[in-house]
């Protein structure tokens, strides 16, 4: 018989068995072929699978809290101090709860060690706007640059501009007049070529505010052909600030800008506001419309050489038209003859710019919520409780100076749409330490803003316009001043290592443990919340959440008896907001 028992060795051997009968011609029993016996059984090799060696547990132990590290990072970059805080304590609790400790192991020592001082160093540079006080960063305004390139010899208008630039002003309606002359067609040929990208980025970004614009300058019964001033003043940026100190998207003087209604004070600056700002421009427009019986030409000139300036070269002159006007140099300073041409060259390739090469991608409008605001806080606080990042919040905000709304007046802030219910909900439920982190002073007998100044080493403007307040204005004793300084650490200045409880990044209103033996900061800062008074050699300390009076007595060098005794407290528990008096070094 077949012995199938013996396919799956032969198969294994690797050879083709062919079985079959053989029938004899008439005969009634055919004998089977029995094939050949299988060759034996070929050894399979055991091949033993190696076994991956265990992981390094100290190895594990670093990349899992660094993991937690890269995301506070991330968290930070967006303004979400809440989160990066939790990020950063879980980067530190994980080396601290581990069984190994932070620091039994040379590895874990230095991966500590290093994170501790990039914490440390976020918390002194990265967030050393913390108390909301130090001003955003402007950009260069535009119109310096281009004015400063309006001097030089500028490319002769080519044929094929010419012949454009006809083609779309007679297919074009304009309600401005734009003659052809080669002073514009020049500025035509100039946008195609050296500054093509500049005017790309322009009307990209102006894209978004320009629907905005056009329904400002219809219900003022303006020409829509002006919402381009712009392109040229600032490339419609909204934190544009020229060497004059024009700021703003239509680059507006502080003086001009308070005629026409804008607020400007050290927490606002409604320059920066797109609508506010255009609403304004547009009441100046017209303003100066009348003046000059209709002539917009002039309008223009006067809207940058000033009006002053304007009506003068005329009385002087004896001309009433632009281009008369500015024929000569006596009259009129070089920019201003330049300003006008150029303003006229960019409406008429911004109306129409796919036909001088440009593919302008258009933006969404700008669309938000409003929410009243009837306490300052920090814009940080914002982002994180609409889930999106500072820079969307400032953004939407461009008119405020610093990282924080007014601190005595109520603000209308913008936030994105879809938050403002949430947005409300935290801030209803939000104790006052949340909302903003802030420095305090007490004022005593004899003191004025500029001896205070000096005590705290903080500008004397400052801390007066901080408080909405002259230089010269009388203070009384006991008076509480918001000192306009941004706090470090509470870290930064322990100047020994800190205790168990202490915070490793009190910055960002945390509470994660540190070792015994933390590394000392490399350079000591002004803390949260804490004002030295050096004759009385006491401070007062806000209380932050996480804080322990054992941690705070650690920090300041005293004990958990002296500080509960000068505040007269029965027990060990304190709140954040807390004011604590602390005699510190007895």
């Not at 102006?206 to 003043?233: N, Q």
């Amino acid at each position: 018989m077949f012995n199938r028992a013996w396919l799956p060795t032969v198969a294994a051997a690797g050879l083709i068995v062919v079985t079959g009968f053989t029938a004899a011609c008439g005969s009634n029993n055919p004998k089977p072929q029995v094939p050949a016996p299988p060759p034996p059984p070929v050894a399979q090799a055991s091949v033993a699978t190696p076994r991956a060696p265990a992981p390094d547990p100290i190895t594990v132990l670093i990349d899992a809290s660094q993991q937690h590290f890269l995301a506070g990072e991330r968290e930070l970059k967006l303004g979400h101090l809440e989160q990066a805080r939790t990020e950063f304590d879980r980067a530190v609790e994980l080396l601290l709860e581990s069984p190994y400790g932070a620091r039994s192991d040379a590895r874990l020592r230095e991966h500590f060690d290093r994170l501790v001082d990039r914490i440390n160093a976020y918390e002194v540079t990265a967030l050393a706007q913390g108390d909301g006080f130090s001003e955003k960063a402007s950009e260069p305004a535009s119109i310096d640059a281009l004015l400063t390139i309006a001097t030089f010899p500028k490319p002769a208008p080519g044929a094929a501009t010419e012949k454009t630039v006809k083609a779309d002003l007679a297919a074009t309606e304009h309600d401005v007049p734009i003659p052809q002359n080669d002073r514009v067609l020049a500025y035509v040929e100039l946008f195609q070529g050296r500054l093509r990208d500049y005017i790309q980025e322009s009307l990209t970004r102006g894209s978004k505010y320009l629907p905005m614009i056009h329904e400002v300058f219809r219900a003022e019964g303006l020409p829509l052909d002006l919402a381009y001033i712009p392109v040229i003043e600032s490339g419609f940026k909204t934190n544009a600030l020229s060497k004059a100190s024009a700021r703003g998207p239509w680059q507006f003087m502080r003086a001009t800008a308070t005629e026409q209604g804008l607020k400007t004070d050290w927490y606002i600056d409604e320059r920066s506001d797109p609508q506010k700002s255009t609403i304004a421009a547009a009441r100046y427009l017209k303003t100066l419309y009348n003046m000059f019986d209709g002539d917009w030409h002039l309008v223009l000139a006067a809207y940058n050489g000033g009006l002053g300036r304007v009506q003068r070269a005329m009385k002087r002159s004896g001309r009433e038209d632009f281009w008369s006007l500015s024929d000569s140099t006596r009259y009129l300073p070089r920019e201003t003859r330049e300003y006008v041409p150029l303003i006229l060259a960019a409406i008429i390739v911004s109306k129409n710019p796919s036909q001088y090469g440009f593919d302008i991608t258009a933006q969404d409008p700008i669309s938000y919520e409003k929410v009243l605001v009837p306490k300052a806080i920090d814009l940080r606080r914002a982002a994180e409780w609409t889930g999106r990042s500072i820079d969307e919040i400032q953004a939407l905000n461009p008119e405020l100076r610093r990282w924080t709304t007014p601190l005595k007046s109520e603000y209308e802030l913008k936030v994105p749409d879809g938050t403002a219910t949430l947005f409300k909900e935290r801030l209803a439920s939000a104790s006052p330490d949340e909302l903003v982190a802030l420095t305090w002073y007490t004022v005593k007998k004899g003191e004025t803003i500029a001896t205070i100044s000096r005590k705290l080493k903080v500008s004397r403007v400052d801390l007066a316009e901080a408080n909405n307040l002259s230089t010269k204005s009388k203070i009384r004793p006991g008076q509480a001043l918001v000192v306009p300084r941004a706090p470090a650490t509470l870290l930064a200045t322990n100047s020994r290592p800190a205790a168990p409880s202490a915070v490793a990044s009190r910055s960002l209103s945390g509470g994660a443990p540190m070792a015994d033996d933390a590394p000392r900061p490399r350079a000591a800062a002004q803390p949260v919340a804490k004002v030295v008074d050096n004759s009385a050699k006491t401070v007062t300390y806000r209380v932050k959440r996480g804080d322990t009076l054992f941690a705070i007595a650690q920090l300041f060098d005293t004990t958990v008896a002296k500080i509960k005794s000068l505040n007269r407290l029965q027990s060990n528990r304190i709140t954040p907001g807390t004011r604590l008096k602390i005699a510190s070094g007895n």
